[in-house]
Every structure is written in C-alpha cells, then in structure tokens.
C-alpha cells in the first residue's frame, strides 16, 4: 500500500521557504516557524506572495516533492515539479480510450451521483427529525429522482454526451437541496446554488476552497501512476485545464468536500465573520478560515474506509491514488471495467 505523505500548507504572506540540509523550513519575519523533513513530504501548497528559495525548488524537484502555487483566495497559478514519469504504452492506451470514453465515463457518473445521493440519504437518517416537512419532502424527491438518474446510467448503451446530461441533471437536484442540509443559525450561512468565479457566498468560498485542494491531489495521484493528467474521459479536453483530475475528483467532492464544508459550518467551526466581502460580491477565506479548513482537510483524510473493490481499509487521502491505480489496470487490460468508488 502506497504510504499517505504529507502536505504542508503555507498560508501566512509573510513566510519565506527555504532548505536546510534536509529539511524544508519555513521563516516568518526572519525567525524559524516550521523544520519538516523533505523525505516526509509528497507536496507544498502556499497561498499567496510567499517566498520559496531556489535551492528548495530544485531540491522538491529532484526529489518528487510537487510545488503548488496558489493566489491567497486558492486559485491555481503555478506548479513546480521535477521530469514526469509516464509509462508510454499505459498513456497511449489513455489517449485511444480517451475517444471512446463512455464505458469509463459511466464509471466515474456513477460513483458521484450514489455518492451525492448517500450524502442526502445519511442528513435524512441523522437529522431527519429536525428538518422542517417540506425541506425533508424536497431531500426525499430528490434522493428518489437521483435513484431514478443513477438507474437509467447504470444501463448500457448510453453514450458519453447522455452520461453528462445525466451527472448535471443529477448535480442540480443535489444542489437544490443542498441549502436543507446546513443547520447554521446565521442568517448568512446559506446556499442559493453554485457560484464559482468569484464565490459569492461562504458556502461556495469553502466549496471552492476545498474543490482547489481536491483537484491538486487527484492530480498528483494520476501522475503518480503514470497517467496524464491533461486527458480526460468524462470533462473533455482544454488547454491547460487537467481533465483527468477533474474527473478523479468526482466521485470524492461529496464526501471529501461536501460534507466536509457542512461539517464546519454546522458545528460552529466556521462563521460569517469569518469571511472577507469583496467589490463585485466576491466572498473569500480568512486567513484564519484558510487554517481551519486546511486542518480539517488534513484531519479527513487520515480518516480509514473500506475501499469497495479492493476490500481493505485506508486512508481517504489514499483512495484517489487508488481510483488512479484503478483506472490504469483498466487501461492495461488487467480489469474489465472501471471500478466506482462508493462511500460506505
């Protein structure tokens, strides 16, 4: 089993990265804050106008530590990152199933929607008391009309372009009753569906946040196996957009992301004061906010599940890479079909 390596998140804009021997330290204001050793490292993602010496570029790079470069709001600008080991033959396979996609885009929709629908089904058995009549109706028709969607992709013969009407027919019934599931008092913690560039509400600032942090690590787990992560399957091919991480994270948004943001937000963790108002409506993370979402992604992903196919527990930080290594067995022929990943 692949070991979980650590990420370190670098969110003060003050801080300054440099090597020592071994060691990444991190300054602030010229004195030492953090010493981590590289060989604990599978990456650094800073926020911001943070300083990062050459010599710890050079050293991340040689040693496969990735570096990742983000605005202060989370928004990719730039990745540094030694030569990528790709396995030709696994790749040209990825590029010819690439145009034929609708066995594995099959796959991956069905993975998200019976994970969207176990996020809607789990607030129904754990709150279902304290939801008021017609918010419990509205979660209940949706979990019965996703049912329907997750059936009807389920059968064969769909093609690709079906399969994607179906994952965002099935999205805005999720998102539709997203607002329910969120027990905040505050007034302005609520959602009105989805907001992206810019964020307009906390609710979507968090989501975002977290989606950025997701799609970084389901990157880092395609190239990991040898995968590229520019060639998609279910979201099609753009310049500089990494499909194939976008399609990985699908399956986790509902519950690496999702219940994850609810869970901050419910239990108080995360209020409005803690976000920042911005001309034209644009809503961002604290710093302080920016911490505390950056400690509970690092505190779910230690968290073990039973992995559906293989049938052995790991961690959640673990299951992209292992969603990666099975789409590549299903590329090289060792599988049939790739395998969903289903939240138990």
């Given at each position: 089993?692949?070991?979980?390596?650590?990420?370190l998140?670098?969110t003060?804009?003050?801080?300054?990265?440099?090597?020592?021997?071994?060691?990444?330290?991190?300054?602030?204001?010229g004195?030492?804050?953090?010493?981590?050793?590289?060989h604990?490292?599978?990456?650094?993602?800073?926020?911001?106008?943070?300083?990062?010496?050459?010599?710890?570029?050079?050293?991340?790079?040689a040693?496969?530590?990735?570096?990742?470069?983000?605005?202060?709001v989370?928004?990719?600008?730039?990745?540094?990152?030694?030569?990528?080991?790709?396995?030709?033959?696994?790749?040209?396979?990825?590029?010819r199933?690439?145009?034929?996609?609708?066995?594995?885009v099959?796959?991956?929709?069905?993975?998200?929607?019976?994970?969207?629908?176990?996020?809607?089904?789990?607030?129904?058995?754990?709150?279902g008391?304290?939801?008021e009549?017609?918010?419990?109706?509205?979660?209940?028709?949706?979990?019965?009309r996703?049912?329907?969607?997750?059936?009807?992709v389920?059968?064969?013969?769909?093609?690709?372009?079906?399969?994607?009407?179906?994952?965002?027919?099935?999205?805005?019934?999720?998102?539709?009753?997203?607002?329910?599931?969120l027990?905040?008092?505050?007034?302005?913690?609520?959602?009105?569906?989805?907001?992206r560039?810019p964020?307009?509400?906390?609710?979507?600032?968090v989501?975002?946040f977290?989606?950025?942090?997701?799609?970084?690590?389901?990157?880092s787990?395609?190239?990991?196996?040898?995968?590229?992560?520019?060639?998609?399957?279910l979201?099609?091919?753009?310049?500089?957009?990494?499909?194939?991480?976008?399609?990985?994270?699908?399956?986790?948004?509902?519950?690496?992301?999702?219940?994850?943001?609810l869970?901050?937000?419910?239990?108080r963790?995360?209020?409005?004061?803690?976000?920042?108002?911005?001309?034209?409506?644009?809503?961002?993370?604290?710093?302080?906010?920016?911490?505390?979402?950056?400690?509970?992604?690092?505190?779910?992903?230690?968290?073990?599940?039973?992995?559906p196919f293989?049938?052995?527990?790991?961690?959640?930080?673990?299951?992209?890479?292992?969603q990666?290594?099975?789409?590549?067995?299903?590329?090289?022929?060792?599988?049939?079909?790739?395998?969903?990943?289903?939240?138990?």
């Amino acid at each position: 089993m692949k070991k979980l390596l650590n990420t370190l998140y670098v969110t003060t804009e003050s801080a300054g990265l440099r090597k020592d021997g071994e060691n990444l330290v991190a300054e602030v204001e010229g004195g030492e804050r953090a010493r981590v050793p590289l060989h604990m490292l599978a990456s650094v993602v800073v926020f911001g106008g943070i300083f990062v010496s050459p010599a710890l570029m050079q050293t991340c790079a040689a040693n496969g530590v990735t570096i990742v470069l983000l605005d202060r709001v989370g928004r990719f600008q730039a990745r540094i990152e030694g030569p990528v080991s790709g396995n030709v033959l696994l790749r040209r396979a990825q590029y010819r199933q690439s145009d034929a996609p609708d066995e594995i885009v099959r796959g991956m929709v069905m993975g998200k929607l019976a994970n969207q629908r176990s996020v809607l089904m789990r607030a129904l058995r754990d709150y279902g008391k304290e939801f008021e009549e017609d918010a419990k109706s509205r979660i209940e028709d949706a979990v019965a009309r996703m049912a329907r969607i997750l059936r009807r992709v389920e059968r064969a013969g769909e093609g690709a372009e079906v399969l994607r009407g179906a994952e965002g027919e099935a999205a805005n019934l999720y998102f539709g009753v997203f607002d329910h599931l969120l027990r905040s008092p505050d007034p302005e913690i609520r959602f009105n569906g989805r907001s992206r560039r810019p964020p307009l509400d906390p609710v979507n600032a968090v989501l975002s946040f977290l989606y950025t942090l997701l799609t970084h690590d389901c990157r880092s787990a395609a190239e990991s196996v040898g995968l590229d992560p520019a060639v998609g399957f279910l979201h099609r091919d753009r310049p500089g957009r990494p499909s194939l991480a976008l399609d990985l994270m699908e399956e986790f948004r509902p519950i690496l992301a999702d219940r994850l943001a609810l869970s901050l937000f419910n239990r108080r963790q995360l209020r409005a004061r803690d976000f920042e108002r911005r001309d034209g409506g644009a809503v961002l993370l604290s710093e302080d906010a920016r911490r505390t979402v950056l400690s509970a992604w690092q505190e779910r992903k230690r968290e073990e599940r039973m992995h559906p196919f293989l049938g052995e527990k790991a961690p959640l930080g673990l299951m992209p890479y292992l969603q990666a290594q099975m789409l590549s067995r299903h590329l090289r022929g060792d599988l049939d079909a790739y395998p969903p990943w289903f939240w138990k």
